[in-house]
């Protein structure tokens, strides 16, 4: 079983698409996957409420003040979708049972001051430290061609963490979400270049080493 956390205090930086899709390739691909929400607004609840039933099947749990992985069967991947704000000790429970923790951050100032203070917080905790879980850096909804990426590309570079991908902004993800899919359950015509994008981050999460 492989854990990842998506997670990042600030809220709208792209959490619940990262998770979700996540959640829907491994789906796709024969894995019993199964998908957390650990924040109030249950995004990603209600997009699996959408889920066609003709889709492969992603299984549910409740993360809500819970206790970590109190479900009934053995997944292959357990994908977690942070909430916004989270510090504190419910941030070291989390880290304690996860591999991998993805960051994503936007192109803008705000998310890269709260993600600036978030990394520097995880940098610090035990687990981290001792390389029991994995880090690694996702921009989110980047266009190339407007300053503000190069912006996040200086953000990055301040941090001995791998940035994985630059997902580019399009409507494939709001359509997609839209009818409680991921870019991996559209026809590939319509989301190669997409899903292209999301090599490096499962190279990344399947890298055991």
Known sequence: MRTVFVANPKGG?????????????????????????????????RWLERRPPSLPRIHWWDGRGQKPFSYRFVPDWVVLDGPA???????????????????PVMASVLDMEAS??????????????????RLALVGNRVNRRVLSARDLDAFFAEFDLPVLTLLRDTQNYVRAAADGMS????????ARRDRGEWEPIFDWLEDHD
């Open 85 to 103: 704000g989270m510090r504190g000790e419910r941030l070291k429970s989390a880290v304690r049972h996860v591999d991998h923790v993805l960051i």
């Open 116 to 133: 600036e203070d978030f990394l520097r917080l995880l940098s610090e905790l035990k687990r981290v430290r001792k390389e029991r879980c």
């Open 183 to 190: 870019l991996f359950d559209l026809p590939v015509y319509r």
């Open 13 to 45: 930086c792209g959490k619940t698409t990262i998770a979700t899709n996540i959640a829907g390739h491994y789906a796709r691909h024969g894995k019993r996957v199964l998908l957390s929400d650990m924040d109030r607004q249950q995004s990603s609840l």
